[in-house]
């Protein structure tokens, strides 16, 4: 059973920094295509950031030189580093993974991330 559980999400003020964290479970964490997404309040899920099997990480260019992305495969764990946060930073954010050799897709529950002064 393939399980994605977030952590990290908070309140934070403008400036501020998170560390949003995924714990992946069920499935070969190592040969799989993690990443973050995120949902604003009426707007539609964008992708944040996603990290290769071969940490080659990418970014949306919002987040660029703000937000890093990281995966400890040893632990099956994805994290994402939230420096600079705004408040248009706020959302949902959800943990992807793609499985390669099955060619699924899995999503987290999602954690709450709301910047706000």
């Known amino acids: 059973q393939v399980q994605l559980v977030e952590s990290g999400g908070g309140l934070v003020q403008p400036g501020g920094s998170l560390r949003l964290s995924c714990a992946a479970s069920g499935f070969t964490f190592s040969m799989s295509v993690m990443g973050w997404y995120r949902q604003a309040p009426g707007k539609e899920r964008e992708r944040v950031a996603t990290?290769?099997?071969?940490?080659?990480?990418q970014y949306a260019d919002s987040v660029k030189g703000r937000f890093t992305i990281s995966r400890e495969n040893a632990e099956s764990t994805l994290y994402l580093q939230m420096n600079s946060l705004k408040p248009e930073d706020t959302g949902v954010y959800t943990c992807?993974?793609?499985?390669?050799?099955?060619?699924?897709?899995?999503w987290g529950q999602g954690t709450q991330v709301t910047v706000s002064s």
């Open positions: 992807y993974a793609f499985v390669a050799n099955t060619a699924r897709e899995y």
């Open positions: 990290v290769s099997t071969a940490s080659i990480a």
